[in-house]
């Protein structure tokens, strides 16, 4: 099925070369798009600069170029997104829906761990050390995925106003991702499963901007022998550019899809052009034994 409506994406913090776990997930979104001739972008979600690492952006460009991994139009950086962050926070406030947080985290642990919207109906206004929260007057109570269906979240979460603007003067992760996948008009969002609590979160925002969300598929994590995802924060080695394809097959194999006998003979783009022709997210391994 070809759908040229289709638009996806991959965004990767720059914390960090890619690994061998963001190769999967590169790789599942690249071919979930472009198994219906859908576009796929590319974003570095450049918003945390305590987290980042320098040069990192650069490198994972070349990367993903290494895996024959390209993606359509210009890389949206989201460090160049933060008018419109601020431009939707303040119409937001202005109507009432986001208000100022003075709570720390050792207070909310305190009053049992979620936040229970203390400062909802302070009237505190703009200052120092104050997040922002948005109020969540519909909270979703779970969404859709494509490989496992209804995915519910607590009621409590459910109910928890959200942070958009942090105390330390940086934007929240939930608003950016789904302002600037409103902004792209990514209509499927192909990720590792570790969001599914998030993408619920996500949804709350969605549901304030009066905006559809768009479909979800997440996929396995990849973990090292001791279980624990493979990350930057653990330390998962760069992917090796001198094994690319054997690399690319094996993300593949952990995807659940075979490729051709003669994959040795193709480049990276050849193999994924190959195996975007017989992609169906229907043969993912949704659990993996460590």
Same mark, same amino acid.
């Given at each position: ?67 024959? $991994? ?168 760069? $992917? ?51």
């Amino acid at each position: 099925m070809k759908d040229s409506r289709y638009i996806g994406r991959f965004a990767p913090s720059p914390s960090g070369p890619l690994h061998f776990g963001s190769l999967v997930t590169a790789v599942g979104s690249f071919l979930q798009a472009r198994s219906v001739a859908g576009r796929w972008l590319l974003r570095i979600e450049d918003i945390d600069p305590p987290r980042e690492v320098s040069g990192a952006a650069q490198m994972i460009v070349q990367q993903l170029h290494d895996f024959g $991994l390209d993606w359509d139009g210009p890389i949206v950086y989201q460090s160049q997104q933060y008018p419109r962050y601020q431009q939707q926070i303040e119409q937001w406030l202005a109507q009432g829906h986001a208000y100022y947080c003075q709570c720390t985290r050792k207070q909310i642990q305190a009053r049992g761990g979620l936040y229970d919207g203390h400062c909802r109906t302070l009237g505190l206004t703009a200052a120092p050390d104050l997040a922002i929260r948005l109020h969540c007057e519909h909270p979703a109570s779970g969404f859709y995925d494509q490989l496992r269906g209804y995915h519910p979240l607590a009621y409590e979460l459910a109910q928890e106003d959200l942070i958009i603007y942090r105390r330390d003067g940086l934007y929240a992760y939930n608003l950016a991702v789904v302002l600037d996948d409103q902004a792209a008009g990514i209509n499927e969002v192909v990720r590792g499963c570790d969001l599914l609590e998030p993408t619920a979160r996500q949804c709350n925002i969605y549901r304030m901007l009066g905006a559809k969300e768009p479909n979800y598929l997440h996929l396995p994590l990849v973990c090292d022998a001791t279980g624990r995802k493979l990350s930057k924060q653990n330390h998962a080695p760069a $992917l090796d550019k001198a094994n690319v394809l054997p690399t690319l097959h094996a993300a593949l194999a952990f995807l659940g899809h075979p490729v051709p006998p003669t994959w040795q003979q193709n480049s990276p783009r050849q193999l994924l052009g190959k195996m975007a022709q017989i992609w169906d997210k229907q043969s993912i391994v949704i659990e993996h034994s460590s």
